[in-house]
């Protein structure tokens, strides 16, 4: 069983940027690809990026690629997500995801999630 748990979401505007931080419970996180993904009201959760377990391969969805960065510091148990040049399109909840071993793609390949952090952007 693993616990995730996010973190540095809020309210930011046009152009600035935020570092979600996502804290993980266990002694096998090194285990564990993990992956963000962010959710709209009345759409699918969508992935935004993902990262292996030694943190040496990394994976984003090409519309958000250059802006965002996954990675992760498998001493602190915690996988980060730094959003620069953000747009009011990226106002989502913004999930923490897990799976162990294996690659994520899509929600359906999730073993655990995060609780959710909002994060707005105004124009």
């Known amino acids: 069983q693993v616990q995730l748990v996010e973190s540095g979401g809020g309210l930011v505007q046009a152009g600035g940027s935020l570092r979600l931080s996502c804290a993980a419970s266990g002694r096998t996180f090194r285990s564990y690809v993990m992956a963000w993904f962010r959710q709209t009201p009345g759409k699918e959760r969508e ?29 602190k148990n915690t996988v980060y997500l730094q959003m620069n040049s953000l747009k009011p399109e990226d106002t989502a909840v913004y999930y923490c995801a897990a799976r162990y071993y294996y690659r994520i793609s899509n ?3 999730v073993d655990y999630w995060g609780q959710g952090t909002q994060v707005t952007v105004s124009s």
């Open 47 to 75: 992935f935004v990026a993902t990262v292996s377990g030694s943190g040496g391969s990394t994976s984003y969805t090409d519309s958000l690629k250059g802006r965002f960065t996954i990675s992760r510091d498998n001493a």
């Open 107 to 109: 929600s359906a390949d």
